[in-house]
């Protein structure tokens, strides 16, 4: 079974409790092998997403956005630089945040990482932060690019896991949540306002938030600034150059620039999935 995008592009598989196909999001197809395939996977804020599992493994890398998502484990609140690996036949449903969200999902075949791959892929895990934050965005580059072999992904999502299954929990310094809530706010803080507000200088600040979560905080800033222009523009009536103002960029060819950078798109392209189902 199979989600088919506006384009026609099959998706990864996913089945409900009751054996039939769930369908959501606008699913577009970035790389198919073998025995993996990887697809960037957009929704729509406020979206339920209804309990359903897949038959191989699924790797999901959070791009931007975020959703609440239940599993057997508990519930989890993800976003940011993360990840989720979800294990073959293990139910999870998910509830979309107030920007939407946008993933890259990776299913593959346990034994396409070679000998240790099931092993590999028997329980949930849920990733973040510190050096498991920067190295999702790595492998999040390396399934986007145009001249990653087969080989050489196989070899980054087995390294990847590895990493991830071996590491302790991220602890999170006392400041961070303080300073994520004022990042959160429409539009967005510069730096220099978040350092006054916490009360610790600039370069310290910058330093240390780049340990806590894997991300430079003016790579979070943009982040924030682009899924707040990303939701205007996938909305009806909405001017580009008004958005990159309401959304906190200097001009419009600052929000193309930093559109280019965090997604690999255009403005003019994100307007275009507004007809996500």
């Known amino acids: 079974m199979t989600r ?22 606008l699913p577009q197809l970035l790389s198919t092998h073998p025995g993996a395939k990887a697809i960037r996977l957009i929704e729509l804020p406020g979206v339920h997403i209804a309990e359903h599992a897949h038959d191989w493994p699924v790797l999901s890398i959070y791009v931007m956005g975020s959703c609440r998502r239940r599993f057997d484990e508990g519930l ?11 294990p073959p036949r293990a139910f999870h449903s998910s509830d979309v945040g107030p920007l939407g969200f946008e993933q890259i999902d990776i299913e593959f075949d346990p034994t396409w990482l070679g000998a240790r791959g099931r092993d590999l892929c028997q329980r949930m895990g849920h990733w973040h932060g510190g050096r498991l934050g920067d190295a999702t965005r790595r492998l999040a580059r390396l399934w986007t690019s145009n001249g ?38 429409d539009p967005p803080p510069s730096t220099l306002e978040l350092a006054k507000a916490a009360g610790l200088s600039r370069a310290w600040l910058t330093q240390a938030y780049r340990r806590a979560t894997g991300e430079g ?4 800033l943009m982040r924030k600034r682009v899924e707040r222009a990303a939701l205007l523009l996938r909305g009806n009536g909405h001017v580009a150059a008004e958005v990159a103002i309401e959304s906190g960029f200097c001009d419009q060819s600052h929000m193309i620039r930093s559109f280019r950078q965090l997604l690999g798109r255009t403005p003019s392209q994100i307007c275009a999935e507004r007809a996500v189902p």
């Open 76 to 86: 989890a609140v993800i976003g940011g630089l993360s990840a989720v690996l979800h």
């Open 148 to 185: 990653a072999t087969e080989a050489g992904l196989s070899s980054a999502t087995r390294d990847f896991l590895e990493l991830a299954m071996t590491s302790g929990p991220v602890r999170e310094p006392s400041w961070l949540t303080a300073v994520l809530k004022r990042i959160d706010r």
């Open 217 to 220: 905080l003016p790579q979070t």
């Open 4 to 25: 088919t995008g506006t384009n026609g592009e099959a998706a990864i598989s996913s089945r409900a409790p009751n054996g039939l196909e769930v369908v959501h999001g």
